[in-house]
């Protein structure tokens, strides 16, 4: 809830009825997650008894709809943190911004009549969301090996973790799993530059996205870091259980022939 009214509560300008649309959506987004993992049963979301899979998701995202609101807040309150915020951000805008870059595609979802300062903002929210992706994914692919996810927790649930798999069906669960991994990594990668020309054959016929609206910039920014870093962790994690069954199907095999 708090990170979905963050961008409102910190910025001004925000009307009445979009504050009650902003609540709205939070106590939706709270309800929802409290359901969710307070329920028996499975739900929508996955791996919510596979920690810290959906904690370093969260982590992730919050870091990034939090970071781009102190970046946005300079331009209305030029404090230290807001302006150092933005420093930063703006130095890596420009590192990452080089030919068929993820950044400098993002650039090209601007309206062609942008100004140099608004693509220099979406330059700086798209340099400082990406790279908060890639540390949020390093950073799991580290506890990965350090906490040998997801066996330390106990045993892995397949029903309750994922949900939406169904294990009985479509032949070798292993090869379904790394099949499943290979596609989630591939979204993943593709995604930062397939989002920016989906968005500008999206606005052609009627007025292009200009990302002027700080809500605008700070969400659609969110969802072009934070995407493809969620598929490479489902990628990932989907890799790592198929080879633990992998690992439990050898073992139960040595047993057996030990047996015989």
């Known amino acids: 809830m708090f990170m979905v009214a963050t961008p409102s509560v910190l910025l001004p300008g925000m009307g009445p009825d979009g504050k009650q649309m902003v609540a709205l959506i939070s106590l939706f987004a709270g309800a929802l997650t409290f359901i969710e993992y307070s329920a028996t049963y499975p739900g929508l979301v996955e791996f919510r008894d596979a920690p810290p899979f959906n904690r370093i998701r969260f982590s992730i995202l919050f870091m990034t709809v939090f970071m781009l609101t102190i970046i946005e807040k300079s331009q209305f309150d030029p404090n230290a943190l807001a302006v150092l915020v933005r420093a930063v ?6 590192a990452m911004d080089f030919p068929y870059s993820p950044v400098r595609l993002a650039t090209l979802m601007m309206a062609a009549t942008s100004s140099e300062e608004q693509i220099s903002a979406v330059r700086t929210a798209a340099g400082m969301a990406y790279l908060i ?5 390093a950073v799991f692919v580290v506890l990965l090996k350090i906490y040998e996810w997801p066996t330390r927790w106990g045993a892995f649930n397949v029903w309750v973790n994922m949900p939406t798999f169904d294990p009985t069906s479509g032949g070798d669960v292993v090869r379904r799993l790394e099949r499943d991994a290979r596609v989630n990594v591939v979204l993943g990668f593709v995604l930062p530059f397939v989002f920016p020309a989906v968005v500008r054959l999206g ?3 009627f007025e292009p996205l200009t990302l002027t609206s700080p809500q605008t910039l700070i969400w659609v920014m969110t969802l072009w870091a934070f995407l493809p870093a969620s598929l490479f962790m489902r990628g990932i994690a989907m890799g790592k259980i198929a080879e633990m069954i992998r690992e439990k199907r050898r073992i139960s095999g040595a047993m057996g022939l030990a047996a015989a």
Do not use: A, M, N
């Open 89 to 94: 951000g703006e130095l890596i805008g420009r």
């Open 203 to 205: 606005s052609s016929g």
């Open 133 to 137: 992706s890639l540390i949020g994914l």
